[in-house]
């Protein structure tokens, strides 16, 4: 009766063993568990964050290298654009454009980009004066007076002057009856696309 009575107590004693054993297993692994669930959300939100950064800095880098040759060309045509006027003369109206197979080039365009700016003009000084004027600068300046200029288009709508200055100017001055003229300047320039610019 002992013997059966310790045998009973002994099973129970591993029965009530094995069950503590197991809640401690299943509590222990309730932790580890969590800690993993909680570095892997981690390690996933960290990835997001370097993904974005890349991409941010692909896309600034990107915007930055296609606005170079915009840039480029709009400070050539600012330095002509700030060029002083003769006395007695006007902008009526002046641009800028640019690109490949754009232009003419003043010694062809070669597959380079060409950068070209005018200012549409009215003065009261005689033709002779305003080419002078022009003319005596370091700067190679393209100088048509009204009715020698010819319109250039490309087949996108871009437009740019082409012309000769007539040899025989007026030297009479045009004191209340202005007359109207076209400066230009224009220049290849090293684009930011190097070879690829070419096609």
Request: proline fraction near 4%; charge should be negative; include cysteine.
């Amino acid at each position: 009766m002992v013997r059966q009575k310790n045998k009973i107590n002994f099973l129970y004693s591993i029965v009530n063993g094995g069950w503590s054993l197991c809640n401690m297993t299943i509590t222990d692994t309730k932790e580890p568990k969590r800690a993993l669930d909680r570095r892997g959300f981690l390690n996933k939100r960290y990835k997001i964050l370097i993904i974005l950064s890349i991409m941010l800095a692909v896309s600034w880098l990107a915007v930055s290298f296609f606005s170079q040759d915009k840039k480029t060309a709009e400070e050539y045509a600012n330095n002509f654009f700030s060029y002083p006027l003769p006395p007695e003369t006007k902008v009526l109206e002046q641009g800028f454009d640019y690109g490949v197979g754009y232009g003419g080039g003043p010694s062809g365009n070669s597959g380079r980009p060409i950068v070209v700016a005018y200012k549409k003009l009215s003065s009261e000084l005689s033709e002779k004066e305003v080419y002078d004027y022009y003319n005596e600068q370091e700067r190679a300046f393209e100088i048509y007076f009204e009715g020698d200029e010819e319109i250039n288009k490309t087949s996108d709508g871009r437009t740019w002057y082409e012309g000769n200055t007539r040899e025989n100017l007026h030297t009479k001055d045009n004191t209340g009856e202005p007359i109207e003229f076209i400066v230009q300047v224009r220049s290849e320039f090293a684009t930011a696309f190097g070879d690829l610019a070419r096609y």
